[in-house]
């Protein structure tokens, strides 16, 4: 069955198959962590404090990851990024005396670098298994492999929650580096090894983009990931166990359940953004204005003290789908805008910015949350959006004038 697809499909579903196990064991820690550390009694602020190195490292990878990428080929960087999660599990395993703060970030740290590599390496490769003039597809496939990832790490929120449970904190950690290791020795094996490297090798300044789409767009993902970072890392985790007594995995359904809406409506964006008389740039300020307004309401309805349950799954329901829409096209965007050649340096500096933006929204999330609630963190949210929809309306045309697909 396999040996009748053609060789660009089977290293899509390879590379997918590569970033979908990943994420599973990203998703899982990223809630072990909370949850865990919230139970030991770590404030908002520290636990958002735990996150810190994860984006900061995570922004620096994306910085010099699509430089290397260029250099040694994306296989090497997909695969890098598998081992250091390995790693990054096993340093969680030291006795519970030893789980310092500074050892958990710089655990997080590796963790950081090691998401970053593979998602950098996996988006990079798709530029590169479709024909330029093939955009329709393009964006489809982005939005598939991006959407089923967001699906994945939803279920990965929830097997953190369910893990926790049922085999506490060092149990889970063992489970996931034992499936982990079997991908990543998988992939090494058979991911193709020429993949992603540059006809003419970049030089290390090169790694700032000269683009300035690629910049535009960058500010835009920053505010995007920024709006969301803010309420959803550490305030929401931390309202829902706090405020509303939920057990762990009560929360760790819930944010599941969120991601996983937001993965599916991802991977099915195209079907009704894919139009051929609205460029993608122009929808993406349509859907960008729209999703302004969804942080607003919720915040309007709890402040007039509305059900807060019933308030919290309406209004975040209505915010995955609106940000899976917009991310969608962000990302579909990144990708057309990207040189071929080279086009890990591009799509690395682009996601460099989604890591800053995650790295301000976690601060931001446990900061705001623990001085001021969740209605201030709704608000710093909604305010990100409106700057990243101004920041996409001054992104120009494509050169090659593609409408429709590629603007």
Known sequence: MLAQLSAEVRQYMIVTGNYWAFTLTDGALRMLVVLHFHELGYSALE??????????????TNLFGGWLGARWGLN???????????????LLLVPSSMLTVLWVMGAQALSGIAKDLN???????????????????????VA??????????????FLGGLLLTLLEFRGALLAMIAGLLIVWVTSLCILNKEMGVAKHKPKFKDIFSKSHAVNILSGARFLLFGSRDVWFVVALPVFLASQLDWDHWQVGSFLAGWVIIYGLVQSIAPRFTQKADVAPRNQAVFWGAILSLSPILLALALWQSAPVAASMIIGLSLFAVLFAINSSLHSY?????????GVSLDVGFYY????????LG?????????????????????????????????LPGRPDGAKGNGD
Request: a positive charge; hydrophobic letters at 50%; glycine letters at 8%.
């Open 47 to 60: 636990v958002a404090m735990l996150f810190l190195f994860y984006e900061f490292f995570g922004m620096v």
């Open 76 to 90: 090497h960087t997909m695969n890098m990024g598998l081992g250091l999660q390995v790693v990054a599990l096993a």
């Open 119 to 141: 998602k950098m390496s996996a988006k990079s490769t798709i530029k590169l298994l479709v024909p330029d003039e093939q955009q329709s597809r393009l964006y489809k496939w």
């Open 144 to 157: 598939l492999l991006t959407g089923s990832k967001n699906t994945l790490k939803g279920v990965g929120f």
């Open 333 to 341: 965007l990144i990708v057309s805008y990207s040189q071929a050649d």
């Open 352 to 359: 460099m910015a989604n890591a800053a933006g995650r790295l």
């Open 362 to 394: 976690t601060v931001l999330s446990g900061w705001l949350y623990q001085s001021y609630g969740l209605i201030t963190c709704l608000l710093v949210s909604a305010g990100f959006v409106v700057l990243s929809t101004v920041a996409i309306n001054t």
